[in-house]
T-cell receptor, first 115, second 117 residues
């Protein structure tokens, strides 16, 4: 399967600042990556589908201007949380879609805390 | 639309007990994949198994076994002789087999398993 990394693993920021989270596919060229958000004691919720070289597709209720996604290469997708607020504090997980069998491999996640 | 139901929210067992985690799903797709993931306290999702909808063979991997019953739309997971390291949140998930704009991984709400020594 694909090996996926995320950076940073943890970030604490002040309210109003922007935070960039990187998702890298280390051994697979991924045309499609996904971004999920997980609040404490809840399930993973899909935020958006990131497609290399094109605009991301956002799920209903997810603000595209607040959660900027850039998938500039086959190995890197970034999620920028703009003007972060305490309610954006969450666990953000990316995944890589491998072709053929619709399997996703997940990164280790990034825990964002907004003070 | 797809739906994955994990009716059990929290399960607590004593070490060495067997435990079964239930998963029931709904989908209109005729072919699909089912998954189980483990999420330990560290947060990383650990892939446990993928099952094709056309393959109803049960699977055993060490202390883990899975029972796929298409007739009842269930994909249950049993841990035999549980250990403290099995303590985690377990997610069942489903995705259509085809790739496309609506091909999304749908997760259940997860089951928190606590194994006490």
């Amino acid at each position: 399967g694909a090996v996926v990394s995320q950076h940073p693993s943890r970030v604490i920021c002040k309210s109003g600042t922007s935070v960039k989270i990187e998702c890298r596919s280390l051994d697979f060229q991924a045309t499609t990556m996904f971004w999920y958000r997980q609040f404490p004691k809840q399930s993973l919720m899909l935020m958006a589908t990131s497609n290399e070289g094109s605009k991301a597709t956002y799920e209903q209720g997810v603000e595209k201007d607040k959660f900027l996604i850039n998938h500039a290469s086959l190995t890197l997708s970034t999620l920028t949380v703009t003007s972060a607020h305490p309610e954006d504090s969450s666990f953000y997980i990316c995944s890589v879609l491998t072709s053929g069998n619709n399997e996703q491999f997940f990164g280790p996640g990034t825990r964002l805390t907004v003070l | 639309a797809q739906k994955v139901t994990q009716a059990q929210t929290e399960i607590s067992v004593v070490e060495k007990e067997d435990v079964t985690l239930d998963c029931v799903y709904e989908t209109r797709d005729t072919t699909y994949y089912l998954f189980w993931y483990k999420q330990p306290p560290s947060g990383e999702l650990v892939f446990l198994i993928r099952r094709n909808s056309f393959d109803e063979q049960n699977e055993i991997s060490g202390r883990y076994s899975w029972n796929f019953q298409k007739s009842t739309s269930s994909f249950n997971f049993t841990i035999t002789a549980s250990q403290v390291v099995d303590s985690a949140v377990y997610f069942c998930a489903l995705i259509p087999r085809y790739t496309g704009a609506n091909s999304k991984l749908t997760f259940g709400k997860g089951i928190t398993l606590s194994v006490r020594p």
